[in-house]
């Protein structure tokens, strides 16, 4: 159905405010500069993004380590959910995140790639800064 994405990305910050920013709701709203955010922050628990732009659930949880979730942008066909994986690995006063989005429909690699850059990564090393 899809290629995949795979992108690592370094933040000046600890394991464990990496996850809680991705995962608590609270602190998500303030990296992407107060969007509306909803996260259930358990396995199973859904979530919506940028006003429900974005929308899925939590496949796993485990804290400051790894998130995986089922994807879904809001323009999607109906039931196409994608996998995107968080892997969350210290170095040193750093913290490496290994990313990697997969299933997604066919011709939205480019488009995704950029999107997790331009409304991920980019306003996490903000927040962390």
Do not use: C
């Amino acid at each position: 159905m899809s290629s995949t994405i795979h992108q690592e990305v370094m933040f000046k910050a600890s394991p464990k405010k990496v996850y809680d920013a991705l995962i608590d709701a609270n602190q998500f709203k303030k990296v992407t500069g107060g969007a509306p955010t909803e996260i259930n922050a358990e396995a199973g628990g859904a979530f919506s993004l940028f006003g429900g732009m974005i929308t899925g659930r939590n496949i796993e949880l485990i804290p400051n380590e790894r998130i995986v979730q089922a994807w879904r942008a809001g323009n999607w066909a109906e039931g196409v959910y994608s996998i995107a994986k968080f892997e969350i690995k210290e170095q040193g006063e750093e913290t490496l995140l290994v990313f990697e989005h997969v299933g997604f429909p066919e011709g939205q690699d480019e488009h995704l790639a950029g999107g997790w850059k331009d409304n991920y990564w980019g306003p996490l090393e903000k927040y962390f800064a």
